[in-house]
């Protein structure tokens, strides 16, 4: 299994709070305020995931990435601080 791993840098609070609400109607969870990782259905939801997010962006102002991770790299994340957030994640 592939997660995907999304953050973004968008400076418009409009299309933030656009680029947010699509990664949430896509499945993704919201783990900070820019990051987002998604679990399941690797290839349509990234491809969906690119074709919003090249609507909601400014290319000149905002930045998205969109990071495929190994499920067993995933796995092997660690999480430092403000409590626990999913199953598999060390948090110390």
């Known amino acids: 299994m592939v997660v995907i791993i999304v953050a973004y840098d968008i ?3 409009e299309r933030r ?3 947010m609400r699509a990664l ?3 499945g993704y969870s919201r783990v900070q305020r820019s990051v987002y990782i998604h679990r ?7 491809k969906s995931t690119i074709e919003r997010a090249s609507r909601i962006i400014d290319p000149v102002t ?3 990435i969109i990071l495929p991770v190994p499920d067993n790299v995933y796995r092997g994340m ?5 409590g ?3 199953h598999g994640i060390v948090t110390l």
């Open 84 to 86: 626990g957030w999913e």
């Open 40 to 46: 399941r259905g690797f290839e349509a939801v990234r």
């Open 78 to 82: 660690v999480k430092l601080g403000k």
């Open 24 to 26: 949430l109607t896509l």
């Open 17 to 19: 709070l656009r680029m």
């Open 11 to 13: 400076s418009d609070n």
């Open 62 to 64: 905002d930045s998205i």
